[in-house]
T-cell receptor
Framework: GAVVSQHPSRVICKSGTSVKIECRSL??????MFWYRQFPKQSLMLMAT?????????EQGVEKDKFLINHASLTLSTLTVTSAHPEDSSFYIC??????????????FGQGTRLTVV | GNSVTQMEGPVTLSEEAFLTINCTYT??????LFWYVQYPGEGLQLLLK?????DKGSNKGFEATYRKETTSFHLEKGSVQVSDSAVYFC????????????FGAGTRLFVKA
């Protein structure tokens, strides 16, 4: 079946540095990918929609200069947390949609990246 | 806009007990409905889905029926196991929202042996 791979699964970085998270669709092409953030014991909040070949669409309240998204190919989207601070520590999850016919799609989620900023 | 409301947890059950986790939704279009499961420290796994009214999704003993009249998609399992302990998310996705997935708050389930 379709698989979405997210890397790294865990990362610890120093405050002020930048961290890049990759999301790959392994056996299908994804023109659209989504990035979510999950705070401890809370639900997933959509951060942005990553569009292949064009700018990402950010949800209200998400800083686009803080969370840089690049969707350079049909199988890869990256999220870069720039100048990370402890409050950016969170669980980040990506998803990619594959068409299942007509207007229907199925979402596949990466395994998530736990970011800890110290 | 679209939204999903699910019962608050945590839910604590004994092994072999019956499980119900309520989920209701609000949507402007004709959404697909999903239940996802998240085990500790892991990402999301699709548990089951239904794409139109009256469809029943089922997997691993879990079931949920898409009820358009009550805008509900309640998750049920007849006999839970310790290994079912996880967080369960109800979610919807439709083409009017660009296929974004909107999640409920999640319900944590603890199953005791």
């Amino acid at each position: 079946g379709a698989v979405v791979s997210q890397h790294p699964s865990r990362v610890i970085c120093k405050s002020g540095t930048s961290v890049k998270i990759e999301c790959r669709s392994l056996d299908f092409q994804a023109t659209t990918m989504f990035w979510y953030r999950q705070f401890p014991k809370q639900s997933l909040m959509l951060m942005a929609t990553s569009n292949e070949g064009s700018k990402a669409t950010y949800e209200q309240g998400v800083e686009k200069d803080k969370f840089l998204i690049n969707h350079a190919s049909l199988t890869l989207s990256t999220l870069t947390v720039t100048s990370a601070h402890p409050e950016d520590s969170s669980f980040y999850i990506c998803s990619a949609h594959r068409s299942t016919g007509g207007m229907n799609t199925e979402a596949f989620f990466g395994q998530g990246t736990r970011l800890t900023v110290v | 806009g679209n939204s999903v409301t699910q019962m608050e947890g945590p839910v604590t059950l004994s092994e072999e007990a019956f499980l119900t986790i309520n989920c209701t939704y609000t949507a402007t279009g004709y959404p697909s409905l999903f239940w996802y499961v998240q085990y500790p420290g892991e990402g999301l796994q699709l548990l089951l889905k239904a794409t139109k009214a009256d469809d029943k999704g089922s997997n691993k003993g879990f079931e949920a029926t898409y009820r358009k009249e009550t805008t509900s998609f309640h998750l049920e399992k007849g006999s839970v196991q310790v290994s079912d302990s996880a967080v369960y998310f109800c979610a919807l996705s439709d083409n009017t929202g660009g296929f974004k997935t909107i999640f409920g708050a999640g319900t944590r389930l603890f199953v005791k042996a």
